[in-house]
């Protein structure tokens, strides 16, 4: 059964940075069309709904929604299951619980924000930036 973890949130001022992992058990971190993608519930958003920000492919082919583009970097480590966000030059807008996913998808990529298709989801880890 494939798990995902994440870890990594917390509370950090304005211009600070954190860095993400989610690590995944069950199966090999790339099998066979995976997308690895770090997603994201704003507090202003209704129950269930999340943003796709972040995705990385089995070809290391990377995607950014806008809001992060320059700020945050999604990078993975296959002997160890794990897919990082480094997050940059927070801002209090970035305030979230972050989620990491994963699924066989034909178009993985975070532009726009909708990404459907998603397997399987970790539980979140918060971030909280204060101004």
């Known amino acids: 059964k494939v798990q995902l973890a994440e870890s990594g949130g917390g509370s950090v001022q304005a211009g600070g940075s954190l860095r993400l992992s989610c690590v995944k058990t069950?199966?090999?971190?790339?099998?066979?069309?995976?997308?690895m993608a770090w997603f994201r519930h704003l507090p202003d958003m209704r129950g269930n709904e999340v943003v796709a920000i972040a995705t990385v492919d089995r070809y290391d082919s990377i995607t950014y929604d806008d809001p992060v583009k320059g700020r945050f970097t999604i990078s993975q480590d296959s002997p160890k299951n794990t897919v990082y966000l480094q997050m940059n030059d927070l801002k209090p807008e970035d305030t979230a619980t972050y989620y990491c996913a994963t699924g066989s998808v034909a178009f993985c990529t975070a532009v726009g924000g909708h990404l459907n298709g998603m397997d399987f989801w970790g539980k979140g880890t918060a971030v909280t930036v204060s101004s």
């Open positions: 069950g199966r090999p971190l790339w099998d066979w069309d995976t997308c």
